[in-house]
């Protein structure tokens, strides 16, 4: 049984727990090149696109004068010559086509540079989160579920990068098994005062 | 049962994170040995900074440094969505030349000094200006962007101390005539509807108001309805194409400064079709007519000293107009809408006659809940309280106000343009609660209050904004100090107000980053931004919000408020802020609370605004209230009356209808100046840009200012998009990038400019004429022309 009385993770013991992560690591990274060629992570890409974890992404791809929905429909689509529009991960994609506006929160990139320097260090993807209880286990979500209702959009089709693509998309009802870590506690129940083993 | 924090540990998921890539691993390993983790993070509640939609965001903290928002998903007002700006908050904060110390300009260049030499400056040259010219010459410039707290103690400091009516904000610029609006109507500000209008609403015409890019996430909210509702319909009355044109059922493009005519028009067809609810009329309005002659109320200042202006305009007469009503009669308005049949209106509007049948139709079905929406387009007018008033005259003709989902709803451009600028009173001749200097029991109680003797506070208003501005070019006034603003980007027709420092007059400038008006300034304070802060905001619904301090403001940064009640206590008023340094903010606030008590202006008391995501006023026992003047939702109206607008005891407590005229703009088009200009904001930026400039993302979104222009009038100039164009009014000239079918498109001989780039002001080319019933300016409507560079 775990406990639900569990220390404050230290900044050392998180750095020496990380490093354990690599154990094991040799030739098999997965190769992402981005549009460049360079090789990198699903993780770089996506911090790249966004301002902090939970910041809605920057548009990676310069307008083309079209609707959004006409090619992020409901179950994304190739586009010839760009690559493939992956669907809207938000909540009632298939009829939110003519009545949404995604550029109240995703903006192009127009220009490089910036107009004064910041000093601004943003919150970072955590990926302590999302693991499983036990091998096997179905891991929960690494992320809050608010507009990112349809996970089929990031984690399944040509549009999903391999790292988090789902093994088994036939199952369609995602979050019977997978559930959002809503807040980082754990239960502590006020009951048993002086009953369980070592008391309290 | 109480849930206990704990951290999951690292042991748990190191499964999960075996199921990525090696390269997600080293990346998974560099972020728990460094960088910061949600897990890490501690959140709290805080209004966004930006408009006046109020949207509810958390705060994410980690070793004193704002690093992620989220939307708060318990806030009514935005239910976790934020748009562009509100995502990218944090990066607001960090920009690297935040202002961090006081700095006093010294020969060519700035030299840093203490608080204790700044304060002690500002005190002895607005002691020097008192003594030797009187309190008409100092006065303090705020904004619609100061807390509740700034604007009450500068409103208090200045009424109170100072005994000067020269406190005024830049919500002169924004909302003023939403304030003449609604008090000439209901003898009390601000809006009786609340936010559930756009869930409830079936129609929603918007007045001159690109809502998709100005109130985003209001807009998503009507989406969201329209897409449950497919009879949703959205109308967008316009002078160009904009994001929200693109949702709109039915566009309306009209030619700028038509819309009074219009709105009678609709009137018009009301009457004759026999839609009025004449037993709503009976019981709850009266009908009244003020000055309607051209020559008598013209277009305020414009031209009085001739700067490249026509000075046939003539000065001060008209400067000092006061408009006088009178009663008028349902017999008098039919007569006085005879003139503008479908016919003439569609001649004067450029709309085509169907659409004004349409327009009737929709406002005259009493199935249907119209909701009608406004801001600067209105505001920003000529004859902006006219128009408000009109767009309000629609709803009491046919019986829709005090509805969910019926209501005329103003909104404000800024974060508390309603809670500062309009209930604390922080406009030349307001006080507190709906009061104004100029009525004695008003002073009296303001008096007694704060606690001053009678006849401290004087019974004449103060400098608007356009007159204070030029009252301080003219050395009227000596000293100013200007907090949360940045006027010498925003006043129109800035080539009135150029100044050099050292011209034996003081200029204050509390800012948090530099900007053009601090590069006119004689002190530049620092000050301490947004969750830098505790703070109060009220928003365009009446919903007062709160939030804590979350971070420390960087270097010697302060709170405005706290500034000025430094140099107050300087000047001998310690009585007037006598709160401890450490404990200030509430019994200052239940201090201002005392003068809303019982008048149905009623905001929540402290302890209730921090723990809740803010209450709409008035709240009495502790509960808010959704819809004004309406029996069941407002505590005032008694059960059985139905709608009660018991605030209007002039008008035997019913709401005035306006006659109201339609008069052409103080300036069009013609030979030599053959386009409209137009100026406004862009979804990514705010204002000036002081602050969204500085957020990587949204400077990369939107780089410069832009002139917009039409793709027929772009080929008769020959000019295309990304090319250098000059603009050129009787004011001045601008070179800006055309901009051809960007995501605004003006009709044929109409252009737009964007203001937030500093490097590049419209308001060199706009017109100062302005509402000479509100004082406010209208930046919506000049001549210009178009050169090729």
């Known amino acids: 049984m775990r406990s639900p009385h569990r220390a404050r993770l230290t900044r050392g013991a998180a750095a020496a727990a990380g490093l354990a992560l690599l154990a094991g690591c040799g030739g098999d990274t997965v190769p992402v090149p981005d549009q460049d060629g360079a090789v990198k992570s699903a993780t770089h890409v996506r911090a790249e696109r966004r301002a902090y974890d939970g910041a809605p992404p920057t548009i990676p791809h310069e307008s083309f004068g079209a609707r959004c929905a006409a090619c992020h429909n409901a179950r994304g689509q190739s586009v010839s010559g760009v690559g493939f529009a992956p669907a809207s991960p938000h909540d009632d994609t298939e009829r939110a086509g003519g009545t949404t506006r995604c550029r109240q929160c995703h903006v192009f990139v127009t220009t490089g540079g910036q107009f004064v320097a910041s000093e601004y260090e943003p919150l970072e993807q955590d990926l302590r989160y999302g693991g499983r209880a036990t091998p096997g286990a179905p891991p929960t979500m690494p992320h809050r579920t608010l507009m990112r209702e349809n996970c089929v959009a990031c984690h399944d089709g040509p549009g999903a990068r391999e790292e988090v693509r789902t093994t088994h998309p036939e199952r369609w009802r995602c979050r019977q098994c997978h559930v959002p870590v809503t807040e980082r506690e754990t239960f502590g129940s006020e009951l048993g005062e002086g009953l369980t083993e070592g008391g309290r | ?789």
């Open chain 2, 1 to 789: 049962m109480k849930r206990r924090k704990f951290l999951e540990t690292l042991g748990a998921s190191a499964a999960g994170v075996a199921a990525f890539s090696c390269s997600d691993r080293e990346e998974a390993a560099r972020l728990a040995g460094q960088g910061v983790s949600d897990a890490d993070l501690t959140w709290s509640k805080a209004p966004c900074r930006y408009c006046g939609t109020g949207c509810g965001v958390e705060v994410g903290v980690k070793d004193g440094m704002v690093r992620a928002v989220r939307g708060d998903v318990k806030s009514p007002v935005n239910r976790g969505l934020l748009c562009v700006k509100g995502y990218h908050l944090p990066g607001m904060l960090y920009g690297e030349d935040r202002l961090q110390y006081p700095m006093l300009r010294e020969g060519g260049g700035w030299k840093r000094i203490s608080w204790d030499e700044a304060l002690d400056l500002v005190a002895s040259k607005y002691q020097e200006a008192l003594d030797q010219h009187g309190p008409e010459s100092v006065a303090i410039y705020g904004s619609g962007q100061w807390t509740v707290f700034d604007g009450y103690a500068a409103t208090k400091w200045f009424r109170g101390g100072l005994r000067s009516n020269n406190v005024e904000p830049n919500a002169r610029l924004c909302m003023a005539s939403a304030v003449t609006g609604f008090m000439t109507q209901f003898q009390s500000d601000e809006p009786m509807g609340c936010y559930e209008d756009f869930e409830e609403g079936d129609d929603f015409v918007m007045w001159g108001n690109n809502m998709a890019e100005m109130h985003p996430v209001l807009f998503s909210r009507i989406l969201a309805n329209k897409r449950q509702n497919p009879g949703v319909r959205i109308i967008d009355i316009a002078t160009r194409r904009t994001p929200t044109t693109d949702y709109a059922d039915m566009y309306v493009e009209m030619v700028p400064g038509s819309d009074l005519a219009l709105a009678n028009g609709i009137l018009h067809l009301l009457l004759r079709n026999g839609k009025v609810d004449s037993a709503f009329v009976r019981e709850n309005v009266v009908f009244k007519r003020g000055i309607e002659d051209l020559d008598r109320i013209g277009y305020g200042s414009w031209g009085e000293d001739g700067l490249g202006l026509d000075p046939s305009d003539g000065p001060a007469e008209r400067y000092g107009f006061r408009d006088q009503g009178r009663n008028s009669s349902m017999r008098e308005l039919e007569r006085f809408l005879r003139d503008y049949t479908p016919e003439r209106v569609s001649e004067i509007c450029g709309v085509p006659v169907q659409q004004i049948y349409q327009l009737a139709e929709l406002y005259g079905d009493r199935s249907r809940g119209t909701v009608s929406l406004w801001c600067m387009g209105v505001n920003q007018h000529t004859r902006g309280t006219w128009m408000n008033n009109l767009i309000t005259d629609l709803h009491l003709l046919t019986g829709k106000i005090s509805r969910p989902g019926a209501n005329p709803f103003s909104l404000t451009g800024q974060p508390s343009a309603c809670g500062t600028v309009r209930e604390v009173g922080t406009l030349a001749h307001r006080l507190p609660a709906d009061m104004v200097v100029m009525n004695a029991e008003h002073r009296a109680k303001a008096e007694e209050i704060w606690g001053v003797p009678p006849g401290t506070i004087p019974p004449r208003p103060g400098y608007h904004t356009m007159d204070m501005f030029r009252a301080f070019m003219r050395g009227d006034v000596r000293v100013m100090w200007t907090q949360t603003t940045n006027p010498w980007v925003s006043i129109p027709n800035l080539n009135r107000i150029q100044r050099e420092p050292g011209d034996g007059k003081f200029l204050v400038v509390s800012d948090i980053y530099p900007t053009p008006s601090t590069e006119v300034a004689d002190l530049v304070l620092p000050s301490a931004a947004w969750v830098e802060r505790e703070g109060v905001f009220g928003n365009s619904e009446r919903r007062t919000q709160h939030w804590h301090k979350a971070v420390d403001p960087p270097g010697e940064a302060t709170e405005d408020a706290w500034q000025i009640m430094e140099v107050a206590k300087r000047m001998g008023m310690e009585h007037l802020f006598p709160w401890p340094d450490d404990d200030w903010h509430e019994p200052m606030y239940e201090e201002y609370r005392s003068f809303t008590l019982g008048l149905g202006k009623d905001v929540a008391s402290y302890q209730q605004l921090k723990d809740t995501r803010g209450l709409l006023w008035p709240v009495v026992d502790g509960v808010e209230t959704r819809y004004r003047y309406a029996a069941g939702h407002d505590p005032y109206v008694q059960k059985d009356r139905g709608v009660h607008f018991y605030k209007a005891k002039g008008y035997g407590e019913k709401a005035a209808f306006w006659l109201r005229p339609w008069h052409p703009p103080a300036e069009s088009p013609d030979e030599e100046y053959p386009y409209w200009l137009c100026t406004g904001r862009v979804l990514e930026h705010w204002h000036t840009g002081s602050m969204t400039r500085r957020v990587r993302q949204l400077h990369q979104a939107v780089t410069e200012g832009y002139v917009e222009l039409n793709r027929a009038d772009a080929q008769r100039l020959s000019v295309t998009s990304g090319q250098m164009v000059r603009v050129v009014s009787r004011r001045g000239s601008l070179e800006l990038p055309a901009k051809v079918d960007g995501r605004g498109k003006p009709p044929q001989g109409s252009v737009f400019i964007p203001f937030f780039d500093e490097s590049r002001l419209p308001n060199l080319l706009t017109l100062d004429a302005m509402d000479n019933i509100s004082k406010e300016p209208d930046f919506k409507k000049c001549a210009v022309r178009i050169e090729r560079v």
